[in-house]
């Protein structure tokens, strides 16, 4: 039940509680409900993450260069 919204999780803790075999609840009915339950279309998911890694240090001024230096290089007229 991961990935659902508060309410939906509300309905399905109120549904156990109100009809577990445990609590005095119908056995099959219990478990006519919690198929239903799962076979509900599962949530839209968000895009996925992107991370984008940013050099730091030596490494970032490294990176620097080597930009400006290909950008001199094809700018450059002979």
């Given at each position: 039940?991961?990935?659902?919204?508060?309410?939906?999780r509300?309905?399905?803790?109120?549904?156990?509680?109100?009809?577990?075999?445990?609590?005095?609840?119908?056995?099959?009915?219990?478990?006519?409900?919690?198929?239903?339950?799962?076979a509900?279309p599962?949530?839209?998911?968000?895009?996925?993450?992107?991370?984008?890694?940013?050099?730091?240090?030596?490494?970032?001024?490294?990176?620097?260069?080597?930009?400006?230096?290909?950008?001199?290089?094809?700018?450059?007229?002979?």
């Amino acid at each position: 039940m991961s990935g659902r919204t508060p309410e939906e999780r509300a309905a399905y803790r109120a549904f156990v509680k109100a009809h577990h075999p445990d609590r005095g609840g119908d056995p099959d009915a219990f478990v006519a409900g919690i198929q239903e339950l799962k076979a509900s279309p599962p949530p839209t998911t968000d895009p996925p993450v992107v991370v984008v890694r940013r050099p730091r240090g030596v490494r970032r001024i490294a990176v620097q260069v080597n930009k400006w230096w290909r950008r001199r290089r094809r700018t450059r007229v002979v």
